[in-house]
């Protein structure tokens, strides 16, 4: 092989110029320098479309998900196709005998290619080893995965499908596939040993644990080698690129090299790298300024009778990573320790129900509710209630009003790969008021330096910080938020997308030299 003229990190990342501030036309113009000539292919669990019946009707639908915020402006731009799970009751109904649909609905620019699995093959891949094994695996919590044979196997299957419909639009074409999460570890290896000479990418969207906590998987060597099927591996933080990078060292054999952050094995290379991801908090901060969420808001403090409360806010998916039980203690501590909060603080916990069929679930859903009967029976008085606990979805536009009213919100995860309620919290508050506290066991923890950062297992720690947000000045709050938000607004989820568009290209770049493309 050619000694190549430049090193593998100038490759990726020292050509290109990044602007300073990415916008959605800034992504637009990457996407249709680099991949010129390239079919795109995303692939996913969760659609960027779904098709439901109401009242007899279609009616499309477009998820609350970060990632479709992403990749929306790069399928646009690329007239790519997007592979992902066809959840909806009426996804079939608009599709055609292929699966495939035109999106968006309102202006087609690319295609939506469903997967349709079995209700078995659903429970078992997803419910089962996605979301009881590998999502305990990766998020240090002491939950301890689930491995069954039966999860495994479904877990391989929907690769293999996911990996034939993918070759069935590739084709012959020049392409590049985009992977998303952890749903899909094996499927690079599928994809590269059928065509060797695709590009393939894959971001993992969950915390990479150290080498001790992986080892214990039953099937962690063919997960490994699955996952060193893709060109290029993206984490949100480099400490999890430097986990994965050592768990490689200790169970495969492979070459490791750290300087350059990459691994060769089977005479091919996968690049490793951060790639932070974000949201467009432009888009978020004008609709935060709006008048008619100025209204949801008060409207919202009027029903849950909050007029003249200071409000403690937490976001989340009830899930046993993102330290609901902790922070409620920590309420509970602050109540304790500082009287004069009583009936003038009220914390508002939204948690969207998730995973319910997951036993783990069901139980954290049902401590939930105890610990909050469990606090308001100590504390309420007539005219108080100190915690209100909304486990119900909301729609953006309701969080965002919610986002508005909180004079402090609470991020509490015990292991997070990211964490984008941080940063949504940081966009709706063009006001710069508002404290952010803050896990540092979240990957947005490395960005967001200037929110009250904490450990969420020392609930004293927790409960003091609440007590700092609730108690400081206003310079000092608008000085800190105007930071973080000077943070988001640099590191945006168009900077997400366009360097690992870019990534790829130099890649395609690389391997046309080595004659491998």
Not at 378 to 404: C, G, M, N
Not at 492 to 508: C, E, L
Request: charged share 25%; net charge negative; aromatic share 10%.
């Amino acid at each position: 092989m050619r000694e190549l003229p430049f090193s593998p990190v100038d490759t990726l990342e020292s050509t290109e110029e990044f602007p300073r501030f990415w916008t959605r036309e800034t992504l637009h113009q990457v996407v249709e320098r680099v991949l010129q000539g390239y079919k795109l292919i995303v692939v996913s669990n969760r659609e960027p479309y779904v098709h439901r019946l109401e009242g007899g009707h279609v009616v499309c639908e477009r998820p609350v998900s970060g990632l479709v915020t992403a990749l929306e402006p790069v399928m646009r731009a690329s007239g790519g196709t997007w592979i992902a799970h066809g959840s909806g009751n009426a996804d079939r109904e608009v599709a055609d005998a292929a699966g495939r649909v035109p999106v968006p609905p309102e202006a087609p620019s690319y295609t939506l290619r469903r997967v349709w699995l079995s209700k078995e093959d659903e429970q078992d891949y997803y419910y089962g080893f996605a979301n009881q094994a590998l999502w305990p695996l990766c998020h240090i919590v002491f939950q301890r995965p689930v491995f069954r044979t039966e999860h495994w196997n479904a877990y391989r299957r929907v690769n293999r499908q996911f990996a034939e419909i993918i070759l069935d639009e590739v084709r012959d074409l020049a392409s590049i596939v985009l992977i998303q999460d952890y749903h899909f570890a094996l499927l690079p290896r599928m994809l590269r040993e059928a065509q060797p000479r695709l590009l393939i990418a894959q971001f993992w969207h969950i915390p990479w644990p150290n080498p001790e906590a992986f080892r214990i998987c039953p099937w962690s060597e063919e997960i490994l080698d699955g996952l060193l099927g893709n060109d290029l591996l993206g984490f949100h933080i480099r400490y999890h690129c430097q986990n994965f990078l050592e768990t490689i060292a200790a169970t495969v054999e492979a070459r490791v090299d750290e300087e350059q952050s990459c691994i060769t094995r089977r005479g091919r290379t996968t690049f490793v790298r951060p790639f932070p991801i974000s949201l467009d908090i432009d888009a978020i901060s004008e609709e935060a300024r709006s008048p008619v969420l100025a209204e949801r808001a008060e409207a919202l403090r009027r029903e849950l009778g909050l007029h003249g409360q200071r409000i403690v806010l937490g976001v989340d998916r009830i899930d046993y990573t993102k330290g609901i039980p902790e922070r409620l203690r920590a309420f509970d501590q602050l109540l304790q320790s500082h009287p004069e909060h009583r009936g003038q603080v009220t914390f508002v916990q939204i948690g969207a129900p998730s995973r319910s069929r997951i036993p783990t679930y069901k139980a954290l859903a049902a401590e939930l509710d105890s610990l909050v009967a469990d606090i308001n029976w100590k504390y309420a008085t007539d005219r108080w209630t100190p915690v209100i606990y909304l486990d119900v979805a909301h729609s953006p536009q309701e969080v965002l009003a919610f986002y508005r009213l909180a004079d402090v919100c609470v991020v509490s995860a015990l292991h997070d790969g990211m964490n984008l309620v941080a940063k949504e919290y940081v966009a709706a508050r063009p006001d710069l008021d508002g404290v952010l506290v803050l896990s540092r066991f979240t990957g947005v923890a490395r960005e967001l330096e200037e929110a009250l950062q904490v450990n969420p297992y020392a609930v004293d720690d927790l409960a003091h910080a609440l007590h700092l947000a609730l108690t400081m000045d206003a310079s000092e709050r608008r000085a800190r938020m105007a930071a973080l938000r000077d943070t988001v607004a640099r590191n945006s989820i168009y900077r997400w997308a366009g360097k690992i568009v870019s990534a790829m290209g130099r890649i395609a770049a690389r391997r046309r030299f080595e004659g491998t493309l």
